[in-house]
């Protein structure tokens, strides 16, 4: 291969890496990628995205309460439901997604959120 193509195909694959490393996906775009597996259809009885019965109540405990628990497991549910891809960050944006489409009304989280949930759920360990 000459110079050329080999630094366009370098470029492009750094470019590859770096946007699928990015942690710039949206919480509905993350829950897309992993949390449908089980909050799509309510597999292993996880609250149904939409489920305002469910998350209703989820959303009275509050973000410290459900974000730990994502980012840790919970019973039937692993750490960040399976994916270790996923940053905390974008973890915490698909809770408050499904959260908010359950009546919630949380803001985009930020990285200091995301930092203040991890200690929470190192704290508290797996229940
Ligand atoms: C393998 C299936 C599975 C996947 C994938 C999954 N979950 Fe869950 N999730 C569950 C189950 C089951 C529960 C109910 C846990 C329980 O009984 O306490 C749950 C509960 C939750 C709760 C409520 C926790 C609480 O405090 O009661 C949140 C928040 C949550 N999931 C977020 C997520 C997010 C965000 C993702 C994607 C990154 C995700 N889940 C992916 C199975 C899953």
């Known amino acids: 291969m000459s110079l050329a193509p ?75 439901g399976g994916n270790p891809r996923l940053s905390d960050l974008e973890v915490a944006r698909a809770v408050v997604y499904m959260a908010n489409a359950g009546g919630g009304a949380f803001a985009e989280p930020g990285a200091d959120d995301a930092r203040r949930w991890r200690d929470l759920a190192e704290r508290k360990g797996r229940r």
């Open 6 to 80: 080999r630094l366009a195909l370098t470029t492009a694959l750094a470019l590859f890496a770096a946007a699928s490393s990015a942690e710039d996906r949206s919480g509905e775009e993350v829950f897309n990628c992993t949390c449908i597996v089980c909050h799509g259809s309510g597999y292993l009885h996880a609250p149904r995205l939409g489920d305002g019965k469910r998350w209703g109540k989820l959303v009275k405990e509050g973000l410290d309460d459900l974000v730990p628990a994502a980012l840790k497991g919970q019973r039937a549910m692993p750490p960040k």
